[in-house]
């Protein structure tokens, strides 16, 4: 279950970051440090692979982890929450 809602929501921050209309969108506020700790670690693992921080922030000076923990404090990571009804039918 916890390894399904990972990879919905890298799904979600991929498309988000990918998407060309990039409207402003209402940002679900992070109810739980878990909630923090997982997006982070998503994100990290998006930097990793090459994606442009959006905080400034060497990337060769400063760890992914801390440019992602940034990047949620400042708002710069976009994501959604799914509902148990939308969870179950993306499945």
Known sequence: M????????????ES?????????????AIDSKYRMIILAAQRSKQLQRGATPRVEADPRKTKTTRIAMKELENGKVHFETLTESQFSTKQ
């Open 2 to 13: 916890a390894e399904q809602m990972i990879d919905q929501t890298e799904e979600v921050t």
């Open 16 to 28: 988000l970051e990918n998407s060309e209309n990039g409207g402003p969108r209402e940002q679900p």
